[in-house]
């Protein structure tokens, strides 16, 4: 069975730091794409940033620049560094992964497995 653990969520100033780290087990996602997603309350599930199978990335546009996602195959794992925080990317942040492969998935709907989630709160 697929499971997505992710941390390293809390709650943080404006303008700080947060790195979001999620380990798959279950199975191996070498050649499949990651990502990591947000919903707010009251608003859709969004993608933030995503990475393939090579590490070509894909942000929304209102995280570039801030977001950097990475992934380590030797972990199975993919993290979101986040900085200078706004209080608008509060949300709870899920990581997410597909069966799809050599393909880099932009769109909530394309992704399979989920994590539970995790909250970031960035105060003002």
């Known amino acids: 069975q697929v499971h997505l653990a992710e941390s390293g969520g809390g709650l943080v100033q404006a303008g700080g730091s947060l790195r979001l780290s999620c380990v798959a087990s279950?199975?191996?996602?070498?050649?499949?794409?990651m990502a990591w997603l947000r919903q707010a309350p009251g608003k859709e599930r969004e993608v933030v940033a995503a990475i393939s199978w090579n590490r070509t990335t894909h942000y929304q546009d209102s995280v570039k620049g801030r977001f950097f996602i990475s992934r380590d195959k030797s972990k199975n794992a993919v993290d979101l560094q986040m900085n200078s925080l706004r209080p608008e990317d509060t949300a709870v942040y899920y990581c997410a992964a597909d069966s799809t492969v050599f393909k880099l998935l932009t769109r909530q709907s394309e992704y399979d497995y989920w994590g539970q989630g995790i909250q970031v709160t960035v105060s003002s």
């Open positions: 279950g199975r191996s996602f070498d050649f499949n794409p």
